[in-house]
């Protein structure tokens, strides 16, 4: 199975600031790398597919980049909205697996 | 607009099976580009994706639960099923089906609000 580390686990941060999440595969994934967001309570929210597509609806200060084992997601200018969990998933390989999750918090 | 509701008992009993059964709703469930997943979600954990069914009734499911799972599609009532045998506490969780497009890259476009399922005696 194909491995995803997030880095860091938790983070806080300023509305305006702007955060980038690592993703780490332990084998290539290509650029079948997803992102999601997730707020308590809901369900996960596609945000960025195929590693740097901006999922329609989807705010433009979010981008993603990469390809083979390393990814990140990056917003760029945080919004009172973006504090949320947030998952990489690969779906290079099945199993799909997802990273363990990125927590967003206020500072 | 496509949408994605699961429906189950909410309780089960150690050892007994659980039956979930996801409605698809503003579009057809017989689409060529699109799998129909189920993702679980332990409370305050993270997402395991447990497989995938497509229209015709080939499936895919995560070797991690161990012949433990069954996937079923109903086309004539746009709706598909899981099925997951011998439950114990830690498949406790909150059950998403989601919408898996296939048609250039593979990724979760949408997905239904999630039922929490409990084992417990």
New interface residues.
């Given amino acids: 199975d194909i491995q995803m580390t997030q880095s860091p686990s938790s983070l806080s941060a300023s509305v305006g600031d702007r955060v980038t999440i690592t993703c780490r595969a332990s084998q290539s994934a290509s650029t079948y790398l997803n992102w999601y967001q997730q707020k308590p309570g809901k369900a996960p929210k596609l945000l960025i597919y195929a590693a740097s597509s901006l999922q329609s609806g989807v705010p433009s200060r979010f981008s993603g980049s990469g390809s083979g084992t390393d990814f990140t997601l990056t917003i760029s200018s945080l919004q009172p909205e973006d504090f949320a969990t947030y998952y990489c998933q690969q779906s290079y390989r099945t199993p799909y697996t997802f990273g363990q999750g990125t927590s967003l918090e206020i500072k | 607009q496509l949408q994605l509701r699961e429906s189950g008992p909410g309780l089960v009993k150690p050892s007994e099976t659980l039956s979930l059964t996801c409605t698809v709703s503003g579009d057809s469930i017989s689409s060529n580009s699109y799998y129909w997943g189920w993702i679980r979600q332990p409370p305050g954990k993270?997402?395991?994706?447990i497989g995938y069914i497509y229209y015709t009734g080939k499936t895919?499911y995560?070797?991690?639960l161990e012949g433990r799972v069954t996937m079923s599609v109903d086309t004539s009532k746009n709706q598909f099923s899981l099925k997951l045998t011998s439950m114990t506490a830690a498949d406790t969780a909150v059950y998403?089906c989601?919408r898996?497009?296939t048609s250039?890259?593979?990724?979760?476009?949408y997905?239904?609000?999630?039922a929490l399922l409990t084992v417990s005696s």
């Fill in positions: 993270g997402l395991e994706w895919y995560n070797s991690s998403y989601a898996e497009n250039w890259a593979n990724y979760f476009d997905w239904g609000q999630g």
